[in-house]
């Protein structure tokens, strides 16, 4: 049997999954503690769901190690894991009721009826059901029938459970409330739960860890809290809330300079005049007179939030985007002031450059308005290829 710390229930290694040419994961390597609410962040195509699938059993690796409590489990088969998984689709059994969906797994154990009852009655009662149990499952809302899904999976008491982008159909309101619910049955179920989304906001409010993907690999591993201020590069500071991201030199320990300015910030341990990514959220900066401040530009935007007004400021070319309760007008020259400790250093990375400037939202109006940008990057994808 493997060593492993006895607070990991799950732990993969140095894992590897290609298709065809193409890598989906290069050489990851994650540990998942018991009881833990662990969150697998990243867009489209990042690995999230590859990583899910491999700790589900549907999927093996090319190379690398899966331990499930010690144990290598890459060619044990997905029946045969303590793992249940709930998908973006429930799969409940339409011609059933709630009872009957709930008590499927059991049945088919050949578990005896009286202790089927008192499961299933348990677990109506653990995800608020109770008075629901002959109604079809057809005619359940979609938070009602996830609650079934989740009782379904997690009456065979699974070490782990597997959720894939399970609120993504819900409506807004409905998907908050869930989101605090899965939180709760998670604490009452007492097991662990691996959750895969693409939404930020839903990372940052339910989970005790969050694994931040891109490119088949892991960017960062942290709390929310960890991964909110203290990003590792540019992707994570860019992907999780919004950030102005710009290029600096580290002058001296706690000394920066952006925007030909030198700026007290709190961060220490780089070289003398390294180049370094300089992350600062739009909420951290306040809006004074120009006379007032190292840093100045021009308003060439102004959104109204409901709380805040969503502003953006030309400096230097760079589009700066601040959030604040203070409003301001199209045309208006004004000083950008921003205090030491909201000044977070990076190291340069693969995604430095390519982010953090908010003349557009999104890599697609970029392009757009850039065509020939995008067709000279094409050409130069071809030549990789």
């Known amino acids: 049997m493997d060593e492993r710390n006895s607070s990991n229930v799950v732990e993969l290694r140095n894992v590897t999954v290609k298709f065809d040419d193409d890598i989906i994961l290069d050489n990851l390597s994650l540990a998942i503690k018991d009881?833990?609410?662990?969150?697998?962040?990243?867009?489209?195509?990042?690995?999230?769901?590859?990583?899910?699938?491999?700790?589900?059993?549907?999927?093996?690796?090319?190379?690398?190690?899966?331990i499930f409590d010690g144990v290598d489990v890459k060619n044990v088969p997905a029946h045969k894991r303590n793992v249940n998984t709930i998908f973006q689709r429930y799969a409940l059994f339409p011609n059933y009721n709630v009872h009957d969906n709930i008590a499927f797994g059991l049945k088919v154990a050949k578990v005896p009826k009286d202790e089927i009852e008192r499961r299933v009655a348990e677990m109506i009662e653990l995800v608020n059901l109770k008075g629901f149990e002959k109604r079809p499952v057809q005619k359940l809302s979609g938070g009602q029938q996830q609650r079934v899904a989740i009782a379904r999976a997690a009456i065979n008491n699974p070490k782990v459970l597997l959720l894939d982008e399970p609120l993504a159909a819900l409506d807004a309101k409905l998907r908050k409330d869930m989101q605090n619910e899965l939180k709760a049955m998670q604490r009452r179920l007492g097991i662990t739960f691996v959750f895969v989304t693409h939404d930020q906001e839903e990372a940052l409010s339910m989970s005790d860890t969050v694994v931040v993907m891109d490119g088949g690999k892991i960017q960062q591993i942290g709390s929310p809290v960890d991964i909110y201020n203290e990003p590792k590069n540019a992707f994570v500071a860019d992907f999780i809330g919004e950030s102005n991201i710009i290029d600096g030199v580290m002058i001296k320990d706690r000394l920066v300079k952006f925007h030909n300015r030198k700026l007290e910030c709190v961060d220490e341990g780089f070289e003398p005049f390294e180049p370094v990514d300089v992350v600062i959220r739009p909420e951290d900066v306040d809006i004074v007179h120009p006379d007032n401040?190292?840093?100045?530009?021009?308003?060439?935007?102004?959104?109204f939030k409901g709380v805040h007004?969503?502003?953006?400021?030309?400096v230097d070319g760079f589009k700066w985007m601040v959030q604040t309760t203070d409003e301001s007008f199209v045309g208006d020259r004004v000083g950008l002031y921003i205090e030491p400790d909201a000044i977070h250093i990076m190291k340069k990375s693969e995604y430095s450059g390519t982010m953090g400037d908010y003349s557009y939202f999104s890599d697609e109006m970029e392009e757009i308005s850039n065509p020939d940008a995008a067709i000279d990057a094409e050409d130069e994808d071809e030549k990789i290829d």
Do not use: H, M, Q
Request: aromatic share 6%.
């Open 309 to 314: 007004y969503e502003i953006i400021i030309d």
């Open 293 to 303: 401040a190292l840093i100045c530009g021009t308003v060439t935007s102004v959104t």
């Open 35 to 66: 009881k833990e609410f662990v969150t697998l962040l990243g867009p489209s195509g990042c690995g999230k769901t590859t990583t899910l699938r491999l700790i589900a059993g549907f999927l093996e690796p090319n190379s690398g190690e899966i």
